[in-house]
């Protein structure tokens, strides 16, 4: 046996917050089979490893964003020919909920093309929280930054979840966005966590960055004082218009090793197949599921970019023997695996630890 085969996994099963560069890029290095062997052996001692979250996401103000975000279809910067939207009715964005749920969606996400939410649309907002809340649905915001006293409010109203992600490295950061900075990012995601709500963070690949922004990215969301609850890696969707349009794609290969870093670097995250699933075959995904994510965005539309047919999607679960997790059951799961994984063996089984705690009942 080669030394990475006999690595115990020890080292990579407990929550840390204090990853290296070099041990991040280490695990990149790996033979792909070794890494995907290690990452699937702690998907297993935290996650049942059928089990997928779907998230539905829904636009609730679309465009005209005056970020300048390089990827992105929505922001005034460029000519994408997307159509300006005003903030949807309380009511229109309630009745997509129910339909989100319908289709099997536990989480709803809402996100506004906005640098931040301004005070008049704060009452807005802060309805449609509780209004989906009602449906018994877990709720997701990305609304851009937010203030400590804005974090409050929407914690306050019910959020669950926030969604804000890094993108990509610290280094790289400043190719992408100009008009607001990484510490502005981290500002806020220590106002969603002081608030008290979960939060969504992650990246895009393929926005041209290198292995070591990869790295980077990845160093800064497993080292932040509390993993992410969500770990969204999109795979860029090259939109027309943008200065990403003609962006060199990210290998597939490279973007599965991505996952599975992330997955042994986080373990206790779910991490999500966000955009660009699209683009990706059904090994591709099935790789990724291997990988280590476990989550999905569900439904034709992301936000303003296209996803999956939702067919496609039930065929692809059926195809893999995967099912939907519904709302509130991962974190029990979770929390049984967490405390298990203090002595983990090398080959474990999230669904020998349900079977045990059920004699154990
Ligand atoms: S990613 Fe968000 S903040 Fe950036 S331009 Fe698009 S909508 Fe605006």
């Known amino acids: 046996m080669t030394p990475a085969q006999t690595q ?25 089979n070794d890494l995907l062997f290690i990452a699937h052996s702690v998907h297993r001692q935290f ?16 465009g005209a964003c005056p970020e300048d975000c390089k990827y992105c279809s929505q922001s005034g910067h460029y000519a994408t020919g997307l159509e300006k939207e005003k903030l949807l009715e309380i009511e229109k964005v309630v009745a997509e909920a ?3 749920q319908a289709k099997g969606a536990s989480r709803f996400c809402m996100g506004a093309a906005w640098r931040s939410p301004q005070a008049k649309d704060m009452p807005y907002v802060l309805e449609m929280v509780r209004q989906v809340k009602e449906l018994n ?11 400590a006293h804005q974090a409050r409010q929407l914690a306050e109203a019910g959020l669950d979840y926030y969604n804000h992600n890094l993108d990509t490295s610290p280094e790289y950061y400043q190719h992408i966005i100009t008009t607001r900075r990484y510490q502005d990012r981290l500002d806020t995601l220590e106002n969603v966590r002081t608030a008290g709500m979960k939060v969504c963070c992650g990246g895009i690949l393929g926005l041209g960055e290198g292995r070591q922004d990869r790295i980077a990215l990845l160093q800064q969301l497993a080292n932040l004082p509390q993993h992410p609850e969500s770990v969204p890696i999109n795979r860029l969707i090259k939109i027309p218009g943008t200065p990403l349009a003609e962006a060199e794609p990210i290998d597939s290969l490279e973007f599965i090793r991505s996952i599975a870093v992330a997955r042994i670097t986080m373990p206790q995250s779910m991490v999500r197949l966000s955009a660009g699933r699209e683009s990706m075959s059904d090994e591709m995904q099935a790789l990724c599921f291997f990988a ?25 679960f059926e195809r893999l023997g995967l099912y939907a997790l519904q709302s509130g059951t991962m974190s029990e799961q979770t929390q049984q695996n967490t405390a298990l994984a ?20």
């Not at 349900?354 to 004699?359: G, W, Y």
């Open 137 to 147: 649905m877990e709720t997701c915001m990305t609304l851009g930054m937010l203030d």
């Open 8 to 32: 115990p996994l020890e080292s990579t099963t407990t929550l840390r917050h204090d990853w290296t560069r070099d041990e991040v890029a280490a695990l990149f290095s790996k033979p792909f």
């Open 342 to 361: 203090s002595s983990p063996p090398l080959y474990y089984d999230a669904m020998a630890v349900r079977h045990n705690a059920d004699l154990t009942a």
């Open 98 to 100: 129910r339909e989100a």
């Open 47 to 62: 996650h049942d490893p059928n089990a997928v979250q779907i998230s539905t996401l829904l636009s609730i103000k679309t």
């Open 292 to 316: 280590g994510a476990n989550s999905i965005f569900y439904g034709e539309k992301l936000l303003t970019a296209g996803n999956p047919a939702t067919d496609r999607d039930r065929l692809l």
